[in-house]
């Protein structure tokens, strides 16, 4: 009888253990994020306004482009790289911590160009956050300063059918890098920009894997980054926050012809990038 007991004891102290244990489970439940559904298209650009400075943006594809609004902090924009791409999707972080996730489909007319994802009550207009590091005039004087400097670096430059990109001087002044960058068109033909953009990315990328390019936002740029026209050069300062490089990483700065085939790209080392010239 005694033993019976004992078995009995047994059975009830692993069914609790049992039921405790799926308690536990069913407590540690994930919770989700449900994504916003944003329309993008190729030759008009959609601006999405966030109540903080954005902190961080993912693409699950390169076939869409992101970027900050020059000297702003929240508005990020963002288009197709080209007409009919896949649906992809966007993580954005902002610096009060919240993230906020899209699946991302490409249209031709897109219902809404500007989409605001703050309490106007919380945050009235005028929306924009400005950074004011971007607006003072130090950094647009010292852009002009990198400008009309003379070439300290001659090996980092790529060239396709007569168009080059050169990375003529990288300069540093008051935790702002500047880049200076030679244009050159040599051919018959108009050079539209679609895009100039540097951003972060692996050196050697596993197959199969989202994109993890960390897009560089720049504070300031000065000079024509619309039109290369034939037969012309021409230079332009991108001055962005400062940075490192991580590890197995490499900076690419990328030159997108809108409408054409004519695209190049640099990468840029660590190694190259804390040499950077001190501006005085």
Known sequence: MKKISAIMVGIFITLTIVKAFAQNVMEAKASFISPYNLAVTYNKTTNLVFPYAIKSVDRGSKDIL?????????????????????????????????????????????????????????????????????????????????????????????????????????????????????????????????????????KKRIKRTASQEIEMQPVYVLGNTELIRHGSEQTVCIALPKFTIPDKKYLTVQLMEKNGGRHLSVKINNKTLVRSGALL
């Open 66 to 202: 992101v970027q900050k609004a020059i000297g702003v902090e929240n508005i990020l924009q963002v288009k197709a790289a080209k007409q009919g791409v896949f649906e992809t999707n966007l993580t954005v972080v902002n610096a009060d911590g919240s993230l906020y996730a899209y699946i991302v489909s490409y249209t031709d007319s897109p219902a809404n160009l500007s989409l605001v994802f703050t309490n106007p009550q919380i945050h009235p207009k005028p929306i924009a956050v400005f950074d004011k590091e971007a607006t003072t005039n130090i950094i647009a004087l010292k852009a002009q300063e990198v400008v009309a400097k003379e070439r300290s670096i001659t090996n980092i430059k790529d060239k396709d059918f007569e168009i080059i990109l050169d990375v003529k001087g990288i300069y540093l002044h008051n935790d702002v890098i500047y880049f200076q960058l030679g244009l050159v068109n040599n051919s018959a033909i108009n050079y539209d920009i679609q895009s100039l953009r540097l951003f972060i990315q692996d």
